[in-house]
């Protein structure tokens, strides 16, 4: 382990990201590697078709069992099952997680250590709505759902968090075990009710801006049923606060 005994574990689940996985992997290795950080990459895969699976095991091979852990599932499960089964795996003390499509540049990733350590804060996330972040390749319907799906939720739920839909983050790990513990939402809605529930429980929380770029293969798994889904998901969830 390097001198200041931090290892970091990126949980990344996966469906159908076939295309995307062996570009994410090999930037996460770089900016893992360039930085001198101790780090394991988790790949949770939910039964792709599409062999997202066997490509993984490829990588596995290149990068070595100690950094690329595959941990497979029968089916897809739901994106807080699948985090609690990384965290099951994942032997560092801080945890990232994000997109396994690139919409997450980990080039960033050394930006989320270096304001975690500034104030030891137990949650450091990703905004595209501060200075200095920004998004790349939506169209003009894609930005709107966002901002007011983040309106919404600001409104509602009051979270003190610019970008409550995101899902690029750096915990520290108990801190997310306990987090995915009080969390009851699904989906969409998932990763905006950990902010909320962090702030229940009196966590840290600090932003750093970053630039979230559209997918570049595959297609975006936002759509009509997603967006109900998170309208009644946000209703929920604010009469349960």
């Not at 596995?60 to 089964?85: C, D, M, N, S």
């Not at 919404?152 to 075990?177: H, I, N």
């Not at 966590?203 to 759509?223: C, H, M, N, Q, W």
Request: with cysteine; charged share 25%.
């Amino acid at each position: 382990m390097p001198p200041q005994g931090n290892k970091y574990s990126v949980l990344l689940p996966t469906y159908n990201e076939r295309d995307n996985l062996p570009i994410i992997t090999w930037m996460l290795v770089k900016a893992f590697k360039d930085n001198e950080l101790d780090f394991e990459i988790i790949i949770i895969d939910d039964a792709s078709p599409d062999g997202t699976l066997e490509v993984a095991k490829q990588l596995q091979q290149i990068f070595g069992e100690k950094h690329i852990v595959l941990r497979p599932r029968p089916g897809k499960l739901g994106l807080g099952t699948a985090y609690v089964h990384g965290i099951q795996n994942a032997t560092g003390n801080f945890v990232f997680i994000m997109d396994a499509d690139m919409s997450h540049h980990p080039k960033f990733i050394p930006d989320f250590i270096k304001k975690q350590k500034e104030g030891n804060y137990d949650v450091i996330t990703g905004t595209r709505y501060a200075p200095g972040g920004g998004v790349h390749g939506w169209d003009l319907r894609r930005k709107l759902t966002s901002r007011v799906a983040n309106f919404l939720a600001d409104t509602l739920l009051t979270p003190g968090v610019s970008d409550l839909t995101g899902s690029f983050r750096l915990y520290k790990k108990e801190v997310l075990a306990d987090m995915i513990i009080a969390t009851k939402s699904k989906g969409y809605v998932f990763q905006m009710e950990m902010m909320v529930r962090a702030r229940q429980m009196k966590f840290s929380i600090a932003e750093v801006p970053i630039t979230f770029v559209d997918r570049v293969y595959g297609e975006s798994k936002l759509g009509a049923a997603e967006i109900v889904g998170y309208v009644k998901g946000l209703w929920t969830l604010f009469c349960d606060i």
